[in-house]
């Protein structure tokens, strides 16, 4: 095989900063979801997050890419895990709510936000 074929089934490669879209929407699906009563952790805006990764270089975007693809796993496989429940779907997406937040303030602190 040569580096000109493509390997079948293979994964393509999604840039960080493409992802964090999908995971401010999860985000807001989970929290539709968690008691309205909720504690909520304050996070940067998608915008901000945006401008201020433009203006990151170097390691501090490899920290923020590895962040931001956990983030995204575990938003896809806790919303998963929520569709079809009835019971406990609400603590459940309180914690994950929860967690996903804190996740995108680490995104920020990656980049100066």
Do not use: C
């Not at 960080?16 to 996070?43: F, K, N, R, T």
């Amino acid at each position: 095989m040569t580096a000109q074929n493509r390997i079948d089934g293979a994964e393509v490669f999604t840039p960080e900063i493409d992802q964090i879209p999908q995971l401010y929407a999860v985000l807001g699906i989970i929290e539709q979801i968690a008691p309205a009563h909720a504690e909520s952790i304050a996070i940067p805006s998608e915008a901000d997050l945006r401008q201020a990764y433009d203006r990151t270089s170097g390691i501090a975007k490899k920290g923020f890419g590895a962040t931001a693809g956990e983030a995204v796993d575990a938003a896809t496989i806790g919303a998963h895990a929520l569709l079809g429940k009835s019971e406990n779907a609400s603590a459940a997406a309180e914690v994950l709510a929860h967690h996903l937040r804190g996740q995108i303030v680490l995104l920020g602190r990656f980049v100066g936000l």
